[in-house]
Nanobody, 119 residues
Framework: LQLVESGGGLVQPGGLLRLSCAAS????????MSWYRQAPGKELELVAV????????????NYTDSVKGRFTISRDNAKNTVYLQINILKPADTAVYYC?????????WGQGTQVTVSS
């Protein structure tokens, strides 16, 4: 079982990135998939969630207030991958971004991908 993030890098303010989280060993549509970030010297922050596809949650999405309108979480079931589209990047978005899969008491984290926003 593994999650592998990619797509981070150095971007100028106002730019965009798409982060990918590729899963192996399990099916992402059966799990609540989340993106977290941790900025230097700050605590881990949940930024976006896409819920598992079942009768109760049906793949709904949620975002922390600070990223609403700029971040979009999505899932490609054929590729077993979750994405985080980040638009209009700000220096405050600089962080290591982590992907997490969870259901009930089980969870799995990826290794993280660095996003640096700087001119």
């Amino acid at each position: 079982l593994q999650l592998v993030e990619s797509g981070g890098g150095l971007v100028q303010p106002g730019g965009l990135l798409r982060l990918s989280c590729a899963a192996s060993g399990f099916t992402v549509s059966n799990y609540d998939m989340s993106w977290y970030r941790q900025a230097p010297g700050k605590e881990l922050e949940l930024v976006a969630v896409i819920n598992r596809e079942d009768l109760t949650t049906d793949g709904t999405t949620n975002y922390t207030d600070s990223v609403k309108g700029r971040f979009t979480i999505s899932r490609d079931n054929a590729k077993n991958t979750v994405y985080l589209q980040i638009n209009i990047l700000k220096p405050a978005d600089t962080a290591v971004y982590y992907c997490k899969a969870a259901v009930r008491r089980w969870s799995l984290w990826g290794q993280g991908t660095q996003v640096t926003v700087s001119s």
